[in-house]
């Protein structure tokens, strides 16, 4: 079975640029999950999606913004880039259901580096 | 608000040594705690996940346990190799909510010396 795959890899964007990121969860998969990771702030929590809504959203300004289609594909985008967004963008894809328990396991992509110049 | 610290923030051990990778988290109304490692430039990898209602999790040469009275969990790796050599981090869905929002620890790095 595929991984959880993120598109692109690699970006570069000047600052006040918009940025659109992909991230295609393992099949059958339902919950996705965004996470920004910096060296200074470590991992945090952008928003997740599941079913195409977002059921939960981090401490992030308006800037960052998220969708998810009925193929559970989803999207972020980050407008109005500063150099703070320099990041390596995560995605996380679970089975997820109500009753709990190993299919709570998050598995990740290998990430998506952003450089803001 | 839920807060996870990882101790310590480095480690570098001789191949073939036990070592203990230790997690704290403030809330103790925990819905589920997970282990992951990150090699560098990397994605992370799923360990282990530990529900609210376990103790302990194995698998192979680890084994993580939560005690959520104590805000605790702990990493376990038996006999380390070279190819343990990663950044662990803990991380815990926080209370009842159901969601997939998993606050994170800053990370242990580990070097397993040949």
């Known amino acids: 079975k595929a991984g959880v795959t993120q598109t692109p890899r690699y970006l570069i964007k000047t600052r006040g640029q918009q940025v659109t990121l992909s991230c295609s969860p393992i099949?059958?998969?339902?919950?996705v999950s965004w996470y920004q990771q910096t060296p200074g702030q470590g991992l945090q929590f952008l928003f997740e999606?599941?079913?195409?809504?977002?059921?939960n959203k981090g401490n992030f300004p308006g800037r960052f913004s998220g969708r998810q289609f009925s193929n559970s594909r989803s999207e972020m985008n980050v407008s109005t880039l500063e150099l703070g967004d320099s990041a390596l963008y995560l995605c996380a894809s679970s089975l997820y259901s109500l009753a709990g328990g190993p299919t709570d396991t998050q598995y990740f992509g290998p990430g998506t580096r952003l450089t803001v110049l | 608000k839920q807060e996870v610290t990882q101790i310590p923030a480095a480690l570098s051990v001789p191949e073939g040594e036990n070592l203990v990778l230790n997690c704290s988290f403030t809330?103790?109304?925990?819905?589920?705690l997970q282990w992951f490692r990150q090699d560098p430039g990397k994605g992370l990898t799923s360990l282990l996940l530990?529900?609210?209602?376990?103790r302990e999790q194995t698998s192979g040469r680890l084994n993580a346990s939560l005690d959520k009275s104590s805000g605790r969990s702990t990493l376990y790796i038996a006999a380390s190799q070279p190819g343990d050599s990663a950044t662990y981090l803990c991380?815990?869905?926080?209370?009842?909510?159901?969601?997939?929002?998993?606050?994170f620890g800053p990370g242990t790095r580990l070097s397993v010396l040949p």
């Open positions: 530990i529900q609210s209602s376990q």
């Open positions: 999606y599941f079913s195409e809504t977002q059921r």
């Open positions: 991380a815990g869905a926080p209370g009842n909510n159901y969601g997939q929002n998993f606050v």
């Open positions: 809330d103790s109304a925990i819905y589920n």
């Open positions: 099949s059958g998969h339902r919950s």
